[in-house]
């Protein structure tokens, strides 16, 4: 049994809590939010964020930070990825050398165009950071549906110790050396879902969400590449698996924001509906920044960022896509009598 610390206390946060103290862990879960915590502590249930799963009295809840660190074998940090780096910064007094901290969250800071695991090593160097990715949504996992996952660490030994924390008949963790290839799948899927949830909301139909999720991983791999990540990556759970959950699913906050700007709704109007952090709208520009640092050619990520940023009309955006000039498929692939 391991004592573990959860940072975070939204969703996904807490339904990670329940699976780690069903594994048989002892859990302690900070929230920043008073309220939360004594509704999470007298309710035993997240009644907004994860209604319907039941919270075991074992596990314990607090808004002091130090008590969700100190004397812990490792710590999930959980909370929304425009919040990583401010938490990472209160955490690190408290953070032991050497203690492993595996972020669950998906984003990339759009000032610095760094991921989440490179913004909390530098807030606590003294760390071992790890990340778990996956097409895992929170309300799946918290109903012990079945869900695979991706562990990426620095060393094998820290990948197969949290493997092996996680890892249960319903939920089951892979390994892989590919940190940032795992990150950049799992942060620039939340961009390509809006756009999947905007042709949605236009009412479009299977063949344009399947071009949009084809054509969203050639981007990404692209870009990802680019960068230094592995395609395997992305032609795995946390590349195309994560991307077809996030753009498909009804649980998909991206996608439910996308639909309603599809819908005529601002990003602003649609982001209130959601009520939770749509984490596509604060990776939007840092994916469109960092395509043009590279070089690389994203063109959905371009005509998202128009939409919510420049006011485009999401229909003229598809037109626009649909109307680019022509291209192979595969450019890199020869054509017979070119081959000689």
Same mark, same amino acid.
Request: proline content about 3%; aromatic content about 4%.
């Given at each position: 049994?391991?004592?573990?610390?959860?940072?975070?206390?939204?969703?996904?946060?807490t339904?990670?809590?329940?699976?780690?103290?069903?594994?048989?862990?002892?859990?302690?879960?900070w929230?920043?939010?008073?309220?939360?915590v004594r509704?999470?502590?007298?309710? @035993?249930?997240?009644?907004?964020?994860?209604p319907?799963?039941?919270?075991?009295?074992?596990?314990?809840?607090?808004?002091?930070?130090?008590?969700?660190?100190?004397?812990?074998?490792?710590?999930? %940090?959980?909370?929304p990825?425009?919040?990583?780096?401010?938490?990472?910064k209160?955490?690190?007094?408290?953070?032991?050398?050497?203690?492993?901290?595996?972020?669950?969250?998906?984003?990339?800071?759009?000032?610095?165009?760094?991921?989440?695991?490179?913004?909390?090593?530098?807030e606590? &160097?003294?760390?071992?950071?790890?990340?778990?990715?996956?097409?895992?949504?929170?309300?799946e996992?918290?109903?012990?549906?079945?869900?695979?996952?991706?562990?990426?660490? $620095?060393?094998r030994k820290t990948?197969?110790? %949290?493997?092996?924390?996680?890892?249960?008949?319903?939920?089951?963790?892979?390994?892989? &050396?590919?940190i940032?290839?795992?990150?950049?799948?799992?942060?620039?899927?939340?961009?390509?879902?809006?756009?999947?949830?905007?042709?949605?909301?236009l009412?479009?139909?299977?063949?344009?969400?399947?071009?949009?999720?084809? @054509?969203?991983?050639?981007?990404?791999?692209?870009?990802?590449? /680019?960068?230094?990540?592995?395609?395997?990556?992305?032609?795995?759970?946390?590349?195309?698996? *994560?991307?077809?959950?996030?753009?498909?699913?009804?649980?998909s906050?991206?996608?439910?924001?996308?639909?309603?700007?599809?819908?005529? /709704?601002?990003?602003?109007?649609?982001? *209130?509906e959601?009520?939770?952090?749509?984490?596509?709208?604060?990776?939007?520009?840092?994916?469109?920044?960092?395509?043009?640092?590279? *070089?690389?050619?994203? &063109?959905?990520?371009?005509?998202?960022? $128009?939409?919510?940023?420049?006011?485009?009309?999401?229909?003229?955006?598809?037109?626009?896509?649909?109307? @680019?000039?022509?291209?192979?498929?595969?450019?890199? %692939?020869?054509?017979?009598?070119?081959?000689?």
């Open positions: 049994m391991a004592n573990v610390g959860v940072l975070g206390a939204g969703s996904w946060g339904a990670l809590a329940v699976l780690l103290h069903d594994n048989g862990h002892h859990v302690t879960v929230s920043i939010d008073k309220e939360e509704m999470l502590t007298e309710e @035993r249930e997240h009644k907004t964020k994860l319907g799963v039941l919270i075991p009295k074992e596990m314990v809840f607090t808004n002091v930070i130090e008590e969700a660190i100190l004397e812990k074998d490792f710590l999930v %940090l959980a909370v990825s425009p919040f990583t780096r401010a938490t990472a209160t955490m690190s007094p408290y953070v032991k050398e050497g203690q492993i901290i595996v972020d669950v969250a998906k984003g990339i800071e759009e000032s610095t165009l760094m991921t989440l695991s490179m913004q909390i090593e530098e606590i &160097p003294q760390a071992d950071v790890a990340v778990l990715s996956g097409p895992s949504h929170a309300e996992v918290g109903r012990k549906l079945p869900t695979g996952c991706v562990v990426g660490a $620095k060393t990948a197969e110790y %949290l493997q092996e924390m996680f890892t249960n008949e319903v939920f089951r963790v892979y390994t892989s &050396p590919d940032l290839g795992i990150e950049l799948g799992g942060s620039l899927k939340n961009v390509i879902a809006l756009a999947a949830g905007m042709a949605d909301g009412g479009y139909g299977d063949n344009t969400k399947a071009a949009l999720i084809t @054509r969203g991983i050639t981007e990404i791999s692209r870009l990802g590449v /680019k960068m230094g990540g592995k395609v395997e990556s992305f032609s795995g759970l946390t590349g195309m698996g *994560d991307l077809i959950v996030t753009c498909a699913s009804v649980h906050r991206n996608r439910k924001a996308g639909y309603l700007i599809g819908q005529g /709704k601002s990003m602003q109007e649609a982001m *209130d959601v009520k939770m952090v749509v984490e596509g709208v604060y990776s939007a520009k840092a994916a469109a920044k960092l395509a043009k640092k590279y *070089d690389v050619s994203m &063109p959905i990520v371009e005509q998202v960022n $128009k939409i919510l940023f420049e006011g485009k009309d999401p229909k003229v955006a598809v037109e626009d896509l649909m109307l @680019r000039s022509m291209k192979s498929e595969h450019a890199s %692939l020869p054509w017979p009598e070119e081959e000689n």
